[in-house]
């Protein structure tokens, strides 16, 4: 028997898409397979009276704002004291039990997935002491570093790599996106928002910050089964994870999810072929809220970006969506290189003009990344000098030079300075950048 783990730690608000899709394709195909979410199981141990509170926040929606904060200050600080005492060589909390977990099944090898770098400290201290006791261990994911790769047996890329690792590799079948593994009573959230994912990768791979399709081919899934998991699990809220749809997708699906009669969320790029006639046709089909990569308030730096979008048009796209109902969380980039001071105050000057169309403001601060289109080619970007310092359980740290315009440093200063005027913004609890699930349930 295959084990497949989950280990911590991300956002325990619902269960792993990645073991599910692993762990659907294992037994279509007749693998003796079985899954632990060691996220959630780490989760509920170490802060029951979080869960408690999160699992019916909807009742004490008036307390959400400061527990939801104090959450996010308690777990950053506890995660990062873990992750030291890993990087000392030392195990961290609740280590003994969620080894046991893992050995308990008497697996003869044990697949973790390993979708955020967040999960590679407590992954590696499994990883190690599984080794240890002569348990075979595959990796695979987006999270998988260097360090991961030597510690473990073996690195593989996908579930039919797994397949074959299991000996299955003739006659394979599509398996459904089944849940079943997972005690969907455990996660963070008052009702189960389903992870769903209709698509291999973004359809659009241009922007030059971005690494997450790692140049993979645009696939996108048959909507059938994934409309028959949906109806097996008799959930009625699903949060699509794909990393971008083309409008055309998109509508197709919304036609596949409207007899469900669910409430549903997505990530779309605010291009300017989403009018009202396409949300008024996305709201009935249960389209709650959009995640939209508006990124900044500057066609300059957009430009720059390779985003293939423009102010006015993500303008009339939020005014479209919000006239129609549907909630808009807004993704902004601060200090991309070259960005100015004024281009900045343009994108707050942006975001305050459409503040009647923005739900949630989701800010953060350039950083550069290892394989994106402006790590290659830094100099068409302004970059004069990257820098890269080693550490210890995961990949380098980069910083860099631009000839021009602010430093990382810089940005994060100015947006501390522009606290006030982005919390503003916020109809929800800026927290639900965070738990996004907990947004869906609020709309």
Same mark, same amino acid.
């Given at each position: ?275 009202? %006639? $396409?949300? &008024?046709? @996305?709201?009935?089909?249960?389209? !709650? ?6 990124? /900044?308030?500057? *066609? ?87 820098? %890269? $310092?080693? &550490?210890? @359980?995961?990949?380098?740290?980069? !910083? ?6 602010? /430093?990382?440093? *810089? ?33």
């Amino acid at each position: 028997m295959i084990l497949l783990v989950y280990p911590p730690f991300c956002t325990p608000a619902s269960p792993p898409y990645s073991i599910a899709k692993l762990y659907s394709a294992l037994k279509a195909n007749g693998a003796e397979a079985k899954a632990v979410d060691l996220n959630i199981e780490f989760h509920k141990r170490k802060y029951p009276l979080f869960q408690k509170y999160f699992q019916a926040f909807q009742k004490q929606y008036e307390k959400y704002a400061d527990v939801s904060a104090d959450y996010l200050k308690t777990t950053k600080e506890d995660y990062t004291s873990n992750n030291k005492m890993v990087s000392a060589g030392k195990n961290p909390e609740l280590f003994d039990e969620m080894l046991e977990l893992i050995l308990k099944e008497k697996p003869y090898a044990a697949a973790f997935s390993i979708v955020y770098s967040s999960q590679a400290f407590y992954a590696f201290a499994l990883l190690k002491a599984l080794k240890e006791k002569g348990i075979k261990t595959v990796i695979g994911g987006h999270g998988v570093n260097t360090a991961l790769k030597d510690i473990a047996d073996f690195h593989l890329n996908n579930e039919m790599e797994l397949l074959a690792f299991c000996g299955k590799k003739e006659n394979l079948k599509e398996g459904m996106i089944d849940f079943s593994a997972f005690n969907l009573n455990d996660y963070f959230t008052p009702s189960v928002v389903l992870p769903m994912k209709t698509s291999s990768t973004c359809y659009y791979q241009q922007c030059a910050f971005c690494t997450h399709h790692n140049k993979s081919k645009y696939l996108e899934f048959p909507l059938s089964p994934i409309v028959e998991a949906i109806k097996n699990s008799k959930q009625k809220h699903v949060f699509l994870i794909d990393d971008m749809l083309p409008k055309k997708r998109i509508l197709e699906i919304a036609s596949a999810f409207k007899p469900l009669k669910i409430s549903w969320m997505c990530q779309l790029k605010p291009t300017k072929g989403y009018d009202a %006639e $396409t949300f &008024r046709i @996305l709201g009935e089909s249960g389209l !709650k809220a959009v995640v939209w990569g508006v990124e /900044s308030g500057s *066609d300059r730096i957009l430009t720059l970006m390779k985003k293939g979008t423009n102010a006015k048009d993500v303008k009339s796209v939020l005014k479209a969506a919000h006239d129609n109902g549907i909630k808009n969380i807004c993704y902004i980039m601060f200090g991309f290189p070259t960005e100015t001071k004024e281009e900045f105050l343009q994108t707050i000057e942006f975001l305050k003009r459409n503040s009647e169309n923005i739900d949630l403001a989701s800010t953060s601060v350039f950083g550069l990344q290892k394989g994106t289109p402006i790590y290659e080619t830094p100099s068409a970007f302004g970059i004069t000098k990257i820098i %890269e $310092t080693e &550490r210890t @359980l995961l990949g380098p740290s980069i !910083k860099y030079e631009a000839s021009r315009g602010l /430093s990382q440093e *810089d940005a994060e200063e100015l947006r501390k300075n522009y606290r006030k005027t982005l919390d503003k913004l916020n109809k929800y609890p800026k927290a639900m950048n965070f738990f996004r699930e907990h947004l869906l349930l609020s709309v």
